[in-house]
């Protein structure tokens, strides 16, 4: 299953309808590079690779292309470069601009200001919506659909009222274009959300927008090397985080992110309850304000 979902991900979009013999080295180094630069671990960007260079290699041994153009095709290799995060400056300030695509805007603004995955928010339905916290139940993913979050554990996190309005109009938009219970952030077909290339270009986007912002303010020295720096989307979890790691105890934080030490927090396997929310979201408000005003708001 994951196998086939990577192949039909990965090589099927970059190879359909070419014939096997045209295939060259420069589009194998294309498309490794295209995963590198998406911030996937090298073990993950080996796997995908391995899976349609074995085919090429096989199909010259036997002698049905002239050629092997993956030979010689270095590994990547190492560890993943570890993820940076933004500042709390460049955060309010990407969060400030008008973002071309709505469904990434929201994303990552959840991502922020909740520290969710990317398939945690993707996975998202109007149920999942309470009064003061988002249920988390499932998780998307592209290669496996539609999954239980990471460790097993269904868990809850702090839901803003800003942002709760958002979502709520995000899923009336999703509802008209979809039947009753559609992801939030959906797509063009109604049994799966968009994908997760969306949100994480959304937010490389604005990014640029914002250095050419930057740039015509005569600011080149405040713009964001997003590559250099290896931001991600999943950086907005480290971010969230980190901006909350001084306010809150080591329990609260795992309970709300999910990244349970079972060893070290087993003893704390209930469900978060309604005060420890209350508390997480006081706190929250405080530390994002500047994220959570609304759209109309911004710049007053």
Known sequence: MLNHGRVVNYWEPFFKDRALNTNTRQDIKTISLGLSDTGRSPSTI????????????????????????CKGIARFSGKPAKRGILTEKEAEALFNLEWAEKRAYLANKVAAT???????????????????SLHIRHSFSRL???????????RQAPLYP???????????????????????????????????????????????????????????????????????????????????SDRMTAEQLTRIT???????FDQ??????????KEVSNVGREVFGGILRFPEQKGA
């Open 162 to 244: 800003e942002i709760r309005a958002e979502l709520l109009a995000l899923a009336d938009e999703a509802e008209t274009l979809h039947d009753k219970g559609a992801y939030i952030f959906y797509s063009l077909t109604n049994d799966r959300p968009c994908q997760d290339d969306l949100i994480l270009d959304g937010l490389h986007d604005a990014i640029g927008k914002l250095n050419e912002n930057l740039e015509k303010q005569g600011r080149e020295q405040e713009q964001i090397d997003w590559k250099a720096r290896n931001i991600v989307f999943h950086s907005w979890r480290h971010y969230w985080a980190a901006r909350m």
């Open 46 to 69: 080996n796997g995908i690779m391995v899976l349609g260079t074995s085919a090429l290699s096989y199909a010259a041994q036997e002698g049905y292309i002239p050629l092997d153009p």
């Open 144 to 154: 496996d659909g539609l999954k239980t979050p990471k460790n097993g554990d269904e």
């Open 114 to 132: 909740t520290g969710m995955r990317a398939g945690e928010i993707l996975a998202l339905r109007r149920e999942d919506i309470g009064e003061h």
């Open 268 to 277: 704390y396997a209930d469900h978060i309850t309604e005060d420890n929310i």
């Open 258 to 264: 999910g990244h349970k030490s079972r060893a070290v």
